[in-house]
């Protein structure tokens, strides 16, 4: 019994050690056509710090478009990493194309939320990450897991100070309108007469009469279709360069 509990004792110890080297070995690049000669492990590493600084994964995929006849679908290149669309991901595509490399920033999920279109246009636009189109890929993507992990973070503090800001703007708001009702209707009751009007004035209403002339009834047509997928928040492209 003691044997069997000192076992127990030492796997939940060595449990988060093997579970952070599971994580550290998931593969987070693919490299079709060998871009990337030996920099593979070393660019590796530098997603997997920035993946776990950040909290969604980031992948990298990179092919020769002039080998596959019309190019990969976005749900071809999730599932290579076990993704789908409704996951949190964030993928960056290189491709060449006649001698001319081209890159593409995908997000989905949380990578879609955190990251705004201005966010996403930093990231494709930053000089690091733009060493890609000169095919120095070991600074491209090593600048372009540095910029999204920060990216990421800015758009988590962000979230959060609006969750705090946008309740309390409604608060005064709320309490703006009540004063101002309050206000209102205070000098409406000083500027009402002191005297009883009934007194001095007399309204005798003695003949009423309603005519109709004449009625319209208009029909509208009310679409109840409704296009569009359910699911959660959005994904797809964010630019391309």
């Avoid at 600084?53 to 190019?71: H, N, Q, S, T």
């Avoid at 309390?168 to 009540?178: D, E, P, Y």
């Amino acid at each position: 019994m003691r044997k069997i509990a000192s076992v127990f004792l030492i796997l939940l110890l060595f449990m988060p050690i093997i579970s952070t080297n599971s994580s550290a070995s998931i593969s987070r690049i693919i490299d079709e056509d060998g871009f990337l000669g030996g920099d593979l492990a070393e660019l590796e590493a530098k997603l997997y710090e920035a993946e776990a600084e950040c909290g969604i994964p980031i992948r990298i995929y990179l092919y020769d478009e002039g080998k596959v006849a019309f190019g990969y679908s976005e749900n071809h290149l999730l599932r290579s990493f076990g993704f789908d669309t409704d996951d949190d991901v964030i993928l960056l595509l290189i491709t060449r194309e006649y001698n001319t490399y081209y890159y593409e920033l995908f997000t989905y999920g949380d990578g879609y939320d955190l990251i705004s279109d201005a966010a996403a246009d930093r990231i494709l636009d930053d000089s690091g990450v733009y060493s890609i189109k000169r095919a120095d890929f070991g600074q491209g993507i090593s600048a372009f897991a540095s910029v999204t992990s920060y990216e990421v973070l800015e758009g988590r503090r962000s979230a959060r100070l609006t969750a705090i800001i946008v309740p309390i703007i409604l608060g005064i708001i709320a309490g703006g309108i009540a004063f101002g009702v309050v206000f209102y209707r205070y000098k409406r009751k000083l500027k009402s007469p002191i005297y009883p009007l009934s007194n001095y004035a007399r309204l005798n209403l003695t003949v009423a009469r309603d005519d109709f002339i004449t009625s319209h009834v208009t029909r509208v047509r009310i679409n109840t279709s409704q296009g569009g997928s359910g699911g959660r928040g959005g994904g797809g492209s964010r630019g391309r360069r």
